[in-house]
């Protein structure tokens, strides 16, 4: 039932919604939201704020540009349906990587390490230039054809990334409800009581990475078609930090609040011209971050929740007075 | 072979400015266990202030010192201003130094614009000098820094190691509530400890500014090599911290020189490594 | 090919041959030799520094042993690894109640019931009818705290969270299971209750219960090994050692007590 709240409304607004509000706001907020959704789970379940989900997005990114169509003439063209899979399973597997190597630290430590990694992963794309073409990495990434319209057309893209959207957050409730699941969240709670019961940690800690690798992956793939474009622009410093923020405005402890501060996210980039000189951005969101983290540190969807209950307590109380 | 001792020397001139950079944001995470995403900006905010006051006086050591005291100043405010609130919660504490360092940076794109700046220095740091035994020219003003370095890390060892301020944060680092229960002023040792760090890094970032050039972006490089360095040298260390610069200084020099596409590689498969075989760093303390 | 000397039937559900535990120079558990037969209630009594604690965590193997062997229904296991002893029926609970507070006590017992095996179907949520999952039911019970079920183990009192350990150590057929003072902080008004769980606990499991009040261990156990210094210094019946004079010396003759 409460979802149906948020669905009914996201399935209709495509019909009242010109294509800039549609592409640039909506479907932009979902992309985000899911590669946020990735860092929102590992830091819930896991315990670990990662720095390097959007590293994980454009793994998938730059796979789907090098085994597709692209305009720079690098990479082996696939067919659709080997490349996709292929894709998400590299961004797995780098995700399984991060995991493994990040696998005995925690807290601060973990986001050294993270973050270390996401930025060497960022040079590496400028430098190498058999893969990741350099600096201007890969234009023309164009997604499949549907019918004689494109996937990438305003409202084809948006239900496709509303589609993916809803798979992964779904995905994520299963799979914290999962023995696997379940071994994750007790990694993050207590790692030796769990090995006590003969459970090993590596291999959820492991697993969860993998795991948040999918979704940032499917959020990467999202993101190149939307941009039409991968670069090493897409995995610097700079998204590094957006998904992080994106995560702490909806919550780090609240996978779906990604969404929540993806759309305050994109809404703030898009009006802060007007609110702003638009080269002043940055320091809008900074402020923004910063007042988040001192005055919300639970983030916008705790801070509505903890609204409603104020005010349902007052309701409440009011008619037995 | 010439190549080869330039390219040391290049190594050990970006090794020297690792560790004056690496060694501010070491002891600010080995006293209070704070993760400065914030050093990289106050780096480079030194260095542009640094810049700023030699080009206007002429002065290239009133610039250091200028930088490194604006430097320590913000870093002090930072501590008093924002992170001392959130005293304990680690994971807060970095968000919002993340946060300052996005305004910090953005600020500073807004005074400074979006041009590389270099310091100009005085005759005795201009020019080169021939290092006989190795039959080899080299920028005199890159030597003066690797000695500067090694100055800085001698005494900022004996600091720790020999006075009485330096056994009170030795002990902080170890025990941080017995401190504050035995009576020490210990929110004071963390701005102070904070305004250090900023100095380090402020000097850092003029002398950055002579030896290389600062721009944008350098407040990101310069933060990340500090984490690449005490992530493999070992938290709070000074010494840890020399160690971590010297290998990822020369391993990015010679990765550059010798296999170029790799560079960056180089750098994070020494952190990997490290951290298979000693997650606490080379010579850090295990983790409690 | 040797055959096994000793046919499983007869042996030792747990035997030490003189174990201990060095660390530097000092011996924490010093040459202790003991055997418990299958099926029996051992109490470990001492003073706070006797060695107890070191001797279960030679015991589960989070200790590696300095010195001896150890003999699990027969098979030597002084050099096998936590889990392989865990696979071979021996389970522990905690001195300190150390739970994974963000998991419901259902989520939990889930775990111990389930462990990781079954391959791929573990990233697959948990089905409500899964066996498994009637499994923590069962043991929710047995332990006592089966209204608690959906409750979260931060959420848990004291008492309850220590029921709790012994629901998580009873689960996968135990064969051995050694508790670590289940009593330890729990109000007088709980401690009853714990005794009537402990004399539940199905009688073909061997029990070894490290426990300060004599209340309970007497009422639970039908034998008893008192450890000082880190050395077995007496054996027997609670009213043998009752009786034993070197045991009134150290609890009763001042310089020693606790």
Redesign the interface.
């Known amino acids: 039932m409460r979802y149906l709240i948020v669905l009914i409304p996201a399935l209709l607004l495509p019909f009242v919604l010109t294509d800039f509000w549609l592409a640039q706001v909506l479907t932009r907020s979902l992309i985000l939201g899911i590669i946020a959704l990735s860092l929102s789970f590992l830091a819930t379940y896991l315990g670990v704020?990662s720095f390097a989900q959007a590293s994980l997005a454009g793994v998938a990114g730059y796979a789907i540009a090098y085994f597709g169509p692209n305009t720079v003439g690098i990479g082996v063209p696939l067919p659709f349906i080997v490349k996709l899979p292929l894709a998400l399973l590299l961004a797995m597997i780098a995700g399984a990587l991060i995991g493994f190597?990040?696998r005995?630290?925690r807290?601060?430590?973990a986001?050294?390490?993270t973050?270390?990694?996401g930025?060497?992963f960022f040079?590496?794309t400028?430098?190498?230039?058999?893969l990741f073409n350099g600096f201007t990495g890969f234009s023309g990434v164009l997604p499949p054809a549907l019918g004689d319209r494109s996937w990438g057309d305003p409202r084809p893209l948006y239900y496709l990334s509303l589609g993916v959207a809803i798979i992964c957050v779904a995905m994520v409730q299963?799979?914290v409800?999962?023995?696997?699941?379940?071994?994750v969240?007790?990694v993050?709670?207590?790692p030796?009581?769990?090995?006590?019961?003969?459970?090993?940690t590596t291999?959820?800690i492991i697993?969860a990475f993998a795991?948040s690798g999918l979704i940032a992956g499917s959020g990467g793939i999202l993101n190149a078609w939307f941009q039409e474009r991968v670069s090493s622009f897409s995995v610097g410093?700079g998204p590094i930090?957006d998904i992080?923020i994106i995560s702490?405005i909806g919550g780090?402890r609240h996978p779906t609040g990604a969404f929540v501060g993806a759309i305050v996210y994109v809404i703030l980039d898009i009006f802060a011209i007007d609110l702003i000189d638009r080269?002043?951005f940055?320091?809008l969101?900074?402020?923004v971050?910063?007042a988040i983290?001192?005055a919300a540190?639970n983030g916008l969807q705790q801070l509505a929740i903890d609204w409603v209950g104020a005010l349902r307590k007052r309701a409440a109380k009011t008619p037995a007075n | 072979m010439t190549l080869f001792f330039v390219v040391t020397l290049n190594g050990l001139t970006l090794a020297a400015l690792y560790f004056l950079a690496a060694s501010g944001f070491s002891l600010i995470f080995g006293l209070m266990r704070t993760v400065n995403m914030a050093h990289g900006a106050l780096l480079l905010l030194g260095g542009y202030i640094g810049w700023s006051v030699a080009d206007a006086t002429g002065l290239w050591a009133l610039g250091v010192f200028a930088g490194g005291l604006g430097a320590a100043f913000a870093g002090a405010l930072v501590q008093i201003g924002v992170l001392g609130w959130m005293q304990g919660d680690e994971l807060r504490q970095t968000l919002a130094s993340i946060a300052i360092s996005i305004i910090l940076a953005d600020l500073m794109l807004w005074i400074w614009g979006g041009t590389t700046y270099q310091v100009r220095t005085p005759d005795w740091l201009s020019g080169g000098m021939r290092i006989e035994i190795l039959g080899i020219g080299y920028a005199k003003v890159r030597l003066y820094l690797m000695a500067f370095a090694l100055v800085v890390g001698v005494a900022l060892w004996l600091f720790i190691q020999k006075t009485r301020i330096g056994a009170v944060i030795r002990a902080g680092v170890d025990d941080q509530d017995m401190l504050r229960a035995l009576g020490y002023p210990i929110n004071r040792i963390f701005v102070l400890v904070f305004a250090m760090g900023g100095m380090l890094a402020g000097m850092a970032g003029v002398i950055a500014g002579s030896a290389l050039s600062i721009a944008p972006g350098t407040d990101l490089q310069f933060l990340l090599s500090s984490l690449v360095v005490v992530i493999v040298g070992g938290m709070g260390s000074v010494g840890g911290a020399a160690l971590g610069a010297l290998l990822i200084g020369l391993a990015e020099q010679y990765g550059l020189a010798y296999a170029p596409t790799y560079a960056a590689v180089v750098t994070f498969v020494i952190m990997v490594v490290v951290l298979a075989v000693r997650p606490q760093g080379l010579l850090g303390q295990a983790e409690a | 090919m040797p055959v096994s000397p000793v046919p499983k039937t007869t042996a030792n559900a747990l035997e030490t041959q003189g174990i201990g535990k060095r660390f530097g120079g000092f011996w924490a558990v010093k040459d202790v030799t003991f055997s418990v037969r299958p099926g029996e209630r051992r109490a470990i009594l001492g003073p706070n520094g006797a060695g107890k604690t070191s001797l279960f965590n030679i015991l589960t193997g989070d200790y590696a042993a300095s010195s001896g062997s150890i003999r699990l229904f027969g098979e030597d296991v002084t050099k096998s690894s936590v889990p392989k002893r865990i696979k071979n029926g021996l389970r522990r609970t905690y001195q300190h109640a150390y739970l994974f507070d963000g998991l419901s006590v259902h989520d939990t017992l889930f775990l111990a019931v389930a462990g990781l095996r079954g391959g791929w179907r573990q990233i697959l949520p948990v089905r409500k009818s899964d066996p498994r999952r009637i499994e923590a039911e069962r043991l929710a019970e047995v332990c006592g705290i089966p209204e608690f079920l959906d409750r979260m183990v931060s959420d848990l009192s004291h008492g309850q969270r220590r029921q709790l350990e012994i629901g998580i150590a009873l689960a996968e057929d135990p064969k051995v299971l050694l508790l670590d003072e289940p009593a330890a902080g729990l109000s007088p008004a709980e401690r009853p209750q714990l005794s009537n769980l402990l004399l539940s606990l199905p009688t073909d499991v061997t029990v070894i219960l490290i426990e300060h009040d004599m209340d309970i261990a007497f009422r639970t156990s039908e034998s008893v090994t008192v450890l000082f210094n880190g050395q077995l210094m007496a054996e027997g019946t609670p009213d043998e050692v009752m009786a034993n004079k070197d045991v009134h010396e150290i609890y009763v003759g001042g310089t020693h007590s606790e």
Request: charged letters at 10%; aromatic letters at 12%; glycine letters at 8%.
């Open positions: 704020v190597v990040a005995r630290s807290g601060i430590y986001i050294m390490i973050l270390a990694i930025v060497a040079y590496f400028r430098q190498n230039y058999v299963g799979f409800r999962s023995p696997l699941g379940l071994a969240q007790a993050r709670d207590a030796g009581r769990l090995l006590a019961l003969g459970i090993p291999f959820p697993a795991f410093f930090i992080l702490v780090l080269d002043r940055n320091l969101i900074g402020i971050l910063l983290v001192v540190p």
